[in-house]
């Protein structure tokens, strides 16, 4: 009985953590969305962090039902969707940007970041 409710502690531990972690993650790239002062730096925040976050919260997803018994199909499918289209969704809001001949104010070495 005391094993079968050390195990359910760490697996629900495991849980919480991976979902605390994704969060986390979340919110790292809802904030650096709403700060970063250009368009090609507000890139790199949703397709690194908030798809970290979101994997975090995907894996909480899929220990939380494995530790139920039941299948984790969907959480793997909405993984791998979200893997594969985060960075090519960015490319293309890049190329666009791009086009559209906005200019970044990344520092290049011997440059400042403007005010």
Do not use: N
């Not at 985060?86 to 970041?113: D, N, Y």
């Amino acid at each position: 009985m005391t094993a079968e409710v050390v195990r359910w502690a760490v697996w629900e531990g495991a849980t919480v953590l991976c979902l605390v972690a994704g969060a986390f993650f979340a919110l790292v790239g809802a904030i650096g969305l709403v700060r970063l002062p250009d368009a090609f730096m507000r890139f790199h925040a949703p397709t690194k962090a908030t798809t970290l976050g979101v994997g975090g919260v995907l894996a909480a997803s899929l220990l939380y039902f494995v530790g139920r018994g039941r299948p984790v199909v969907h959480e793997l499918l909405v993984a791998l969707f979200l893997f594969v289209t985060a960075p090519v969704s960015a490319l293309m809001l890049a190329r666009a940007a791009i086009q559209l001949g906005l200019k970044s104010q990344a520092p290049l070495p011997g440059r400042k970041l403007r005010d």
